[in-house]
């Protein structure tokens, strides 16, 4: 693992309006991730992973503090260029998958590299290799509704990583899936770390995840109860 | 482009959806092209037989006349120029007795030889004793009268006397022009001119090709676009009552597709968050949208040739037959009328539908841009 931090999150707050209150989802979060981490954001629902997901993935902004990622901060970011930010140095895998359903595997997978305009031959090879990660070359022309849920979750780790992001952020990427396939994806998102140095971040409280997991910060509350690096029982 | 390219993806990809919405606004778009071309052609029609039958290139009127007031005939005639390039033509009020019944009319004295309108006057070249008049066929019909029947006709002179006498219908002739056939009864200039006393006068007179221009003192030049006016603003008039039938087609075509838009934008609110995810901005997504509902014109085009082109072009060769009660409208209806479709009708059409398509699909659509992308992901109502 490289230290270098891509991710540095200092005094990070966030509050969202409830009627006429407010409710604090994250409080005074500090972490740093660095290149090639394979980390999880554990803890019970309400805890604030997924919204601490959403401002390091620059789809929220924090209330207070400062989320700096890429060395750019979340909060001074224009739509445009968080826009570019998430098409450049993020993927994201979500818990139901978030396909589009008209597309077909290799056009899914093939999108985030669209909105790139990088040119055909490129692109084609770049999804082809994405999903021989993936396992899935033989589903190319397949759309959703004809996959199971393991062979959706793996295309959308497949568009994840396609573009080569820095990082990855999972969002109960198992939630929706047996154990047989939980545990597929997870080698596979363990050996795309391990090979393509992609930082890896879960938001999770599957047992399953947590046992590949190098790195498990526990939240609860919105607040970081525990950092700690682990031992993955799996690997 | 990128974005035109996954519009239409999108749209093809809803499948049922899209081509009924497809299929109403394909329908308008072949209703106001057919419509507007029917009536163009219509248009173009009436003004040709109009032009032939009635008011050649303009017409020199005399001063007094007023082709609305009966009663300036008397008054209204003189001398006819003598320029080259126009036809004289005396106009008298008369009246006739078929059956026994009165009917007054206009009468109308025009050369016999005369080449300028497309008037069968050769019928009117004298011969024998009797006075020949020809009619159209709506007045014989009006009149009851047939070629070579009989039938009283009355007249003043130009001291106002009543005199009459017998005239023989010696042609009934068919147009689709109503001023040269309603209330009407041709006779030859010369005759007329000597039964009323007035020779060499006329009330007005037909330009043809060679006239020069220039109106003598006592008389007004009326363009052929004067002349034609009335019908100019009959067909526009026409064109606004077939405007109504079809805006109302294409508004609930629209509102197939803004509904559609709506209900898009509560449906496919996590597709939102993904592209927003993915890496589009707001504004990408909005285009995406609009152009996906835009689109929907480009198909509707697509679909409306296929079926459109073929039926139009057969209606443009082969016409369509007209009913008899048309006759009564008060400009020229052929029995058929042949659609005409110009580039001009066709680019407007395209154009107008296509921009109210984009219109109503870009309303619904910015609502995207109130959407914060996290309640999107999460499938939130807006």
């Known amino acids: ?235 | 482009m990128l974005t035109f390219k996954l519009a239409l993806k999108n749209l093809l990809g809803a499948g049922l959806r899209t081509w009924l919405n497809v299929a109403v606004l394909s329908f308008a778009f072949v209703l106001i092209i057919f419509y507007n071309g029917m009536i163009d052609g219509w248009n173009e029609q009436a003004r040709r037989d109009t032009i032939e039958w009635d008011v050649g290139q303009g017409q020199l009127w005399h001063t007094d006349y007023d082709p609305y007031d009966p009663f300036t005939l008397q008054e209204a005639h003189g001398m006819a120029p003598a320029e080259a390039g126009l036809m004289p033509v005396l106009i008298v009020q008369a009246t006739i007795y078929p059956e026994g019944r009165m009917m007054p009319v206009r009468l109308k004295g025009i050369p016999a030889r005369q080449q300028t309108l497309a008037l069968p006057t050769e019928a009117l070249v004298p011969a024998g004793d009797e006075t020949r008049i020809i009619l159209g066929k709506r007045m014989a019909k009006s009149a009851g009268l047939a070629e070579g029947d009989r039938v009283l006709l009355r007249w003043r002179d130009q001291h106002g006397t009543f005199d009459a006498r017998e005239v023989v219908i010696a042609q009934v002739f068919d147009t689709n022009v109503p001023n040269v056939d309603a209330g009407q009864v041709w006779i030859d200039l010369a005759v007329l001119q000597e039964m009323t006393g007035m020779p060499g006068e006329a009330t007005m007179l037909v330009a043809d090709q060679t006239y020069a221009g220039s109106a003598p003192e006592g008389w007004a030049f009326q363009t052929q676009d004067q002349l034609l006016t009335e019908i100019d603003t009959v067909i526009q008039s026409k064109k606004v009552g077939g405007s109504i039938t079809y805006l109302m087609l294409l508004l609930i075509a629209l509102l197939a597709i803004f509904d559609t838009q709506v209900l898009s934008i509560f449906r496919r609110q996590r597709e939102i968050g993904t592209y927003i995810a993915l890496g589009m901005t707001r504004r990408e997504v909005i285009a995406l949208f609009t152009v996906e509902g835009g689109a929907n014109s480009l198909l509707a085009m697509a679909v409306g040739a296929v079926y459109g082109i073929p039926l139009m072009a057969w209606l443009a060769q082969a016409g369509i037959p007209m009913p008899a009660a048309t006759d009564n409208v008060g400009l020229a209806v052929a029995e058929k009328i042949f659609p005409v479709y110009g580039l001009g009708l066709v680019l407007g059409t395209v154009a107008l539908v296509t921009v109210a398509a984009t219109i109503v699909s870009y309303m619904p659509a910015r609502k995207i841009a109130y959407l914060r992308p996290t309640d999107a992901l999460k499938g939130k109502i807006l």
């Open chain 1, 1 to 235: 693992m490289n230290t270098d931090p891509i991710i540095s999150l200092s005094h990070l707050t966030k509050h969202f309006p409830v009627g006429k209150g407010q409710f604090t989802a994250l409080r005074d979060i500090n972490l740093t991730f660095g290149t090639g981490e394979f980390a999880g954001l554990v803890g019970p629902s309400g805890s604030g992973k997924t919204t601490l997901l959403n401002i390091i993935g620059s789809l929220d902004v924090p209330s207070e503090g400062e989320a700096l990622v890429m060395g750019r901060s979340v909060s001074s970011l224009t739509h445009k260029e968080s826009a570019q930010l998430r098409n450049q140095h993020i993927g994201f895998i979500f818990q139901v998958f978030n396909l589009l359903p008209v597309y077909t595997v290799y056009e899914n997978v093939e999108f985030a590299l669209l909105l790139q305009r990088m040119d055909a031959a490129a692109r084609k090879k770049a999804v082809l290799d994405a999903l021989e990660w993936v396992g899935l070359t033989d589903k190319i022309n397949s759309k959703p509704p004809q996959l199971s849920g393991g062979e959706s979750q793996r295309v959308a780790i497949a568009r994840a990583i396609v573009k080569r992001p820095a990082i990855v952020l999972a969002d109960e990427p198992t939630a929706n899936l047996d154990a047989k396939n939980s545990h597929h994806i997870l080698q596979t998102m363990q050996r795309i770390n391990k090979e393509l140095k992609t930082t890896f971040i879960f938001s999770t409280h599957d047992e399953k995840v947590m046992q590949y997991l190098e790195r498990m910060i526990n939240l609860a509350d919105g607040q970081v109860v525990r950092d700690e690096l682990v031992q993955p029982v799996k690997s």
